[in-house]
């Protein structure tokens, strides 16, 4: 069976969207839909077959103080707004699909990291609840967000302990992969002063966090390296942006925002055969 699996990347999955939208359209459904942070968050009208939602979303509040701003930390502790991204907008802005969603045989799972053991965890997305709590937590960035309660557990940004998900994907079963990266191709990430501070801060209420945080870049250029693995091997497929077409995680940029999507959309029709193989 074929599994689609979503890198993250706070905006920059707009590009993940217009691959996704793509298969919509073309009425391409993966029975198995795997991923961390907004990868996944968007992945979710993928399931819901609401093409086009993500990119309005994005493309209307990027500049709505109420959607990102430092104002929230006030009421939401962080530096989204909880409440109106994940509540107001789903609920009555755009509203999401819940009968599409859920009568949609395909499997959504969402990574998150448990604070406390410092592993990743997969939840089923089909659980999620009308506060879109389990989609807090997988966005959860350490201090950008608070800390995400759900089901007696804390959870921070699944992208910490697993920021693509291709084992777990493996494990369950599917043995070739649509892999959607949001970084071009021969980026490396190295370790970040976000996540330095990060480990020193939560070292004492978190121990278990550090290795992850300070090992965070290992593990995703190794992942990386795994992926081109089993591209070459005929496993996988790998959509990811051109360099020139990248933008930054918080881009500000509604027209670069905008020509990321619609490359991710026709990269998707470019590889449309390529991809109808994975499933059969």
């Not at 996944?40 to 709505?64: A, C, E, W």
Request: proline share 5%; aromatic share 12%.
């Amino acid at each position: 069976m074929g599994a689609l699996i979503l890198e993250g990347g706070t905006f920059r999955p707009i590009f993940s969207s217009g691959v996704m939208d793509a298969l919509n359209d073309h009425d391409i459904d993966f029975p198995y839909v795997i991923g961390v942070s907004a990868g996944i968050t968007d992945g979710f009208s993928y399931v819901s077959k609401q093409p086009l939602r993500n990119y309005h979303i994005l493309m209307n509040h990027r500049h709505d103080k109420r959607y990102v701003g430092l104002r929230n930390y006030i009421h939401d502790r962080s530096l989204f707004g909880l409440r109106y991204a994940y509540e107001t907008i789903p609920q009555d802005i755009y509203p999401f699909d819940w009968e599409t969603f859920l009568n949609n045989p395909a499997q959504i799972r969402v990574g998150v990291t448990n604070v406390e053991t410092g592993q990743c965890e997969y939840l089923d997305g089909k659980e999620l609840d009308r506060k879109c709590t389990m989609l807090k937590a997988t966005c959860a960035i350490p201090f950008a967000f608070p800390v995400i309660s759900l089901n007696g557990k804390k959870y921070y940004d699944g992208g910490i302990c697993d920021p693509i998900p291709v084992k777990k994907a493996m494990a369950d079963g599917h043995e070739k992969l649509l892999i959607v990266l949001t970084r071009p191709k021969g980026y490396q990430k190295t370790l970040s002063k976000a996540n330095i501070v990060a480990s020193r801060l939560l070292k004492r209420k978190y121990p278990n966090l550090v290795q992850p945080l300070l090992t965070r870049h290992l593990l995703y250029n190794e992942t990386i390296a795994y992926c081109e693995q089993l591209e070459r091997e005929g496993k996988a497929l790998i959509l990811r942006p051109h360099e020139e077409f990248q933008i930054d995680s918080f881009e500000k940029d509604l027209q670069k925002i905008d020509r990321l999507y619609h490359y991710g959309y026709q990269l998707a029709i470019d590889y449309m055969e390529d991809i109808k193989k994975i499933l059969e």
